[in-house]
């Protein structure tokens, strides 16, 4: 009888407070804990019947919302180890992608839960409704590069071809916006932010030169450019799907008597960021600090 060696492929299930070598990191720790308090916090408000008068429909707002913002985390990733020459960041970017992914996805099965699980209504929904179509558009993205994450996929697809894949997170970012905006019946502030901070991510990768963090004069320039760039987004907006006239809602954003607009929390946020930049280039011996560590799948 002849027996045939059966080659099991590998699996790397280390458990995702452990680092590449195996070795327990308390970072690693600190940030899963830190993307489980939103669901935690949310799944409490539910249990103690905290969530308003529509729970359901509450808890699929802020598992929405979080999906959006843990999205840019993902996305700051990169600008963080570029900025502060910080290898060791990367070990989260992995874990904060499929953070994303994972209240996108609870995001859904709520609003299937809140349609009574009717799975017919709920594929006719995303069918014609506009929004729900580039959401779903979106969170096939994210569940893409969810499933493409491990590094069983960097070596079958190759580095090159891996990132080439992974810049899809911009696109998706994108819809998630759309589907975001697109949603809001009254006030865009929260969603009108989101997309400036967005603004703020591309605009940084446009002016990085390959592989480093853009120069101070840049990380600066990038603080009028994003905080104008999502005024026009925020007149632009009001102005097409309002009727509001798109110079009132411009001017509004240099007037903090309205409170501050998303315009200015962008150009506050695009300020530090360029802060954070100029110290971790004046910072001794930081300069020093080789690119290690710089595998796409970390
Ligand atoms: C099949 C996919 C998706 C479906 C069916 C879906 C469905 C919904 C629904 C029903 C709402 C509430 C709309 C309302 O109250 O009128 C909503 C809001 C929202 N969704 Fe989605 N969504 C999907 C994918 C996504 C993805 C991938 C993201 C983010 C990456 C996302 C982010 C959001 C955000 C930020 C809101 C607004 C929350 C708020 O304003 O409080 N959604 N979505």
Redesign the pocket.
């Known amino acids: 009888m002849t027996t045939h060696a059966v080659r099991m492929p590998r699996l790397n299930l280390s458990a995702p407070w452990r680092d590449r070598q195996g070795a327990f990191s308390p970072f690693k720790l600190a940030v899963l804990v830190a993307l489980m308090l939103p669901a935690l916090w949310v799944a409490w408000l539910a249990a103690g019947n905290a969530l308003g008068p529509r729970p359901i ?1 509450e808890a ?2 802020q598992t ?2 979080w ?2 913002r843990i ?1 840019l985390l993902s996305l700051l990733v990169t600008p963080l180890r570029q900025m502060l020459r910080w290898p060791r960041v990367m070990l989260v970017r992995r874990m904060v992608g499929v953070a994303a992914m994972a209240y ?1 996805l609870s ?2 099965t709520l ?1 299937a839960a809140d349609l009574k699980w009717d799975l017919a209504k709920l594929v006719t929904e ?1 069918a014609l409704r506009f929004y ?1 179509t580039i ?2 558009v ?2 096939a993205g ?1 569940v893409a590069l969810g499933v493409t994450s491990t590094d069983g996929w960097v070596r079958r697809l190759g580095g090159r071809r891996w990132q080439l894949l992974h810049r899809a997170a911009y696109g998706i970012g994108v819809l ?1 916006l759309v ?2 905006v697109l ?2 019946k009254v006030d865009v502030t929260e969603a009108m932010l989101t997309a400036g901070l967005f603004l703020w991510l591309m605009a940084y990768r446009l002016l990085a030169p390959k592989g480093g963090a853009p120069s101070w004069p840049r990380l600066l320039l990038l603080v009028p450019a994003t905080a104008l760039g999502t005024a026009l987004l925020e007149a632009g907006w009001y102005g097409l799907f309002t009727g509001i006239p798109f110079w009132p809602v411009l001017q509004a954003n240099l007037d903090v008597g309205f409170g501050l607009r998303p315009a200015l929390w962008v150009g506050i946020v695009a300020a530090g960021m360029a802060a954070l930049g100029m110290w971790a280039r004046i910072l001794p011996g930081r300069a020093k600090v080789q690119r290690r560590g710089r595998s796409p799948a970390t």
């Open positions: 429909t699929i707002h929405g919302l999906a959006i999205l996108a995001h859904l609003y995303i729900l959401g779903f979106a969170l994210l998630g589907h975001f949603q809001t």
